[in-house]
């Protein structure tokens, strides 16, 4: 079975297609439904050094626990996509995050670092599969110890999350000390991501599902990253990523959610 990308399926029919509604008996693996989904049970090498994934053993907020992803400097230049996956979210794929010249074109920048923030609704695996331009698959896993992030109320009012939705912040930061191409972006977008399981308290009911599903950053006309989320990303979506930059970078920022609404920002020129 393939399944549809994230952003053209509702919440409900993902999460019953990969036969993860309702909580999972802990003796049950979801892992090989999912890589058959996903992946088309495809060989995946792993932990053979060519991706590493950094996360808490135990998260203290189960609706933002912190993702480092690595690549280091040999494999970087040959990133086509890595896909965020945890296990016994009701939506597994977090996101899948692909990659263009303005990403990889340089050796010298070496190690490549994307960090995001996630919800964690059960204790999970969580991986990340990095797939090359030679068509191969690369995972590292770390269990997490977290439970009830998808359903966790959000931390603003809804009205106010809403009336705020789409403010965008975009950096970019150079490091001279670690290379003159070097550069760190940054991209914060306000938007509650509300997943359709957080109850309002008022009126009892459940929020209807609103996500950000797509973000993308281009420099100069070329692409650096694209990423396809879904609900398991936090709210206010926030990602970090070291790329091939040059002086007077310019890093625009188109995004859109689950209702169409589209949002774009960009950072100042050399900042």
Request: some cysteine; proline content about 6%.
């Amino acid at each position: 079975m393939r399944i549809a990308p994230l952003q053209s399926l509702p919440v409900v029919i993902v999460m019953a297609l990969l036969g993860l509604v309702g909580a999972a008996n802990a003796a049950d693996d979801p892992w090989p439904d999912i890589r058959a989904g996903v992946f088309d049970n495809r060989q995946i090498a792993e932990n053979d050094g060519t991706i590493a994934l950094y996360a808490p053993e135990q998260a203290e907020d189960a609706a933002i626990v912190p993702i480092a992803i690595h690549l280091p400097s040999n494999i970087a230049n040959t990133a086509k996509s890595v896909t965020l996956i945890i296990d016994r979210n009701p939506a597994p794929v977090a996101a899948t995050f692909r990659f263009g010249d303005g990403f990889n074109a340089s050796p010298e920048v070496g190690e490549r670092k994307l960090m995001t923030r996630v919800r964690v609704d059960n204790f999970s695996n969580v991986r990340a599969v990095l797939e090359t331009a030679d068509g191969k698959l690369h995972m590292a896993s770390k269990f997490v110890r977290a439970a009830g992030g998808c359903s966790a109320p959000a931390s603003k009012d809804a009205d106010e999350a809403l009336a705020m939705l789409g403010k965008m912040h975009v950096k970019t930061i150079a490091q001279p000390a670690l290379g003159e191409r070097w550069r760190e972006g940054i991209v914060m977008i306000r938007h509650p991501n509300f997943t359709g399981m957080q109850m309002d308290i008022v009126s009892r009911g459940y929020t209807p599902a609103r996500f950000v599903n797509l973000v993308e950053v281009t420099r100069a006309g070329s692409l650096v990253l694209r990423m396809e989320g879904g609900i398991s990303i936090s709210e206010d979506p926030n990602i970090r990523f070291n790329y091939d930059g040059s002086s007077g970078d310019v890093l625009e920022v188109r995004a859109t959610d689950s209702n169409g609404t589209k949002f774009a920002g960009k950072s100042l020129a050399g900042s």
